[in-house]
């Protein structure tokens, strides 16, 4: 089993710059990808970007290039969501997401991001 565990949310106004964190703990050695998936009210919930931690590869939501970055850290299981320029359309719950060796999801409860415009 992997938990996981974000932090870094909350309210900021439009044009600012948020970064999010995650945290893996458990069967971390498992874990090939992590990333980060966001839920607006009313929407489905939505890729924003994933790092395989083998080779730094990234696949990120094309609307978001140049705004956000995604990067890992030195202890396998850490991933960081880099937002700038936010605007209030990025007004989302986050989710960390991670996938292990046998395809098995595991997701983080969440952490609400509130853009003002």
């Known amino acids: 089993q992997v938990q996981l565990v974000e932090s870094g949310g909350g309210l900021v106004q439009a044009g600012g710059s948020l970064r999010l964190s995650c945290a893996a703990s458990?069967?971390?050695?498992?874990?090939?990808?992590m990333g980060w998936y966001r839920q607006a009210p009313g929407k489905q919930r939505e890729l924003v970007g994933i790092i395989r931690f083998s080779n730094g590869f990234t696949n990120f939501a094309d609307s978001l290039k140049g705004r956000f970055t995604i990067s890992r850290g030195n202890a396998k299981g850490t991933v960081y969501l880099q937002m700038n320029s936010l605007k209030p359309e990025d007004t989302a719950v986050y989710y960390c997401?991670?996938?292990?060796?046998?395809?098995?999801?595991?997701w983080g409860q969440g952490t609400q991001v509130t853009v003002s415009s």
């Open positions: 997401n991670a996938i292990s060796t046998t395809g098995v999801n595991y």
């Open positions: 458990g069967r971390i050695v498992s874990i090939i990808d």
